[in-house]
């Protein structure tokens, strides 16, 4: 098992969250607007700030594997703009009908519903144009895992076994399973083109990375389950008890507060043993395995 620094003595989340910012600011800086009010809703849905988790834990594959951060750039902001697109189209009146993300309005609150479908639609594509203007050297693999954790196999899919799971009743076993499409397809994704970035993917520690994502989105997934039941609202920048609300299925409701917990800490535990082939390289990623079971937001 590797075990965890401060995470202060590395600073990962700081570093490579300040990072993202300035390469998607970049990003829309080189485009020519077509559309003024497209443009400006695309732009409000990704530069509001936010965790930024997708990206950092690019870099921070990547560096543990010996890349370089500017190798990194465009696979980190090519994941950000598809979660970006992801929230705008989860908020819809058609999904969840939310009304505050990031501490903000939602953007078809501040724009209107066709203009934030339309602002999704071209975040995802622009995911891809991204990604394609870098030519990285494994750009086909790059753009197949991508591809394939955003579609019918990825988070699309977990989104439609989310709404048909609205009402009824799943065990823990079928939860898993959804949330592993939803949630974890798009962190494996993001760690996985971290390590794409410098080997190949039959490289072995591509696996080993693979089993450390998997773990971890389950357990980002189960903390966003506790924080939705027992966070704060001004902290988390949307409303509580929205889960229970709509009668979803969740951690806490089949397992109970306790139990939610204990199982994102097995999950930890699972995530530091994956790491253990990398050695120390692998110390940043899991401060962020930490941070993600911790976080209160």
Do not use: C, W
């Not at 798009?186 to 410098?198: E, F, K």
């Not at 924080?227 to 008890?241: C, P, R, S």
């Not at 979803?248 to 409701?253: E, I, M, S, V």
């Amino acid at each position: 098992m590797v075990s965890v620094e401060p995470l202060a003595e590395r600073d990962i989340i700081t570093t490579a969250r300040a990072r993202t910012e300035q390469v998607l600011a970049q990003v829309f800086e080189r485009a020519t607007p077509v559309a003024g009010e497209l443009d400006a809703a695309m732009r409000y849905g990704v530069l509001g700030g936010g965790k930024r988790l997708r990206p950092v834990l690019v870099y921070a594959a990547g560096r543990a594997l010996g890349a370089e951060a500017t190798a990194l750039d465009a696979p980190a902001a090519a994941i950000e703009l598809i979660h970006a697109y992801s929230l705008i189209h989860d908020d819809l009146p058609a999904m969840d009908d939310d009304d505050m993300r990031r501490g903000r309005p939602t953007v078809h609150r501040v724009y209107n519903e066709a203009m934030a479908i339309l602002t999704g639609d071209a975040l995802q594509t622009l995911a891809f144009e991204v990604l394609a203007e870098a030519r990285p050297p494994r750009l086909g693999a790059m753009v197949r895992v991508l591809a394939h954790a955003s579609g019918r196999e990825g988070m699309a899919a977990g989104q439609a076994l989310d709404l048909s799971a609205v009402g009824g009743r799943l065990d823990v076993d079928a939860l898993a399973t959804m949330h592993g499409y939803k949630t974890g397809a798009l962190i494996r994704a993001a760690v996985r083109l971290g390590a794409l970035t410098i080997v190949d993917e039959d490289d072995p520690r591509v696996a080993a990375l693979d089993a450390y994502a998997a773990a971890i989105g389950l357990a980002f997934q189960i903390q966003d389950d506790i924080l939705d039941v027992a966070g704060d609202a001004a902290t988390l920048g949307k409303a509580t008890g929205a889960d229970a609300a709509r009668a979803k299925p969740t951690y806490p409701a089949l397992l109970g507060l306790e139990g939610a917990r204990a199982k994102a800490h097995g999950l930890f535990d699972e995530a530091l043993d994956a790491l253990a082939p990398l050695g120390e390289q692998a110390f940043p990623l899991a401060d962020l395995a930490r941070h993600m079971i911790d976080r209160d937001h």
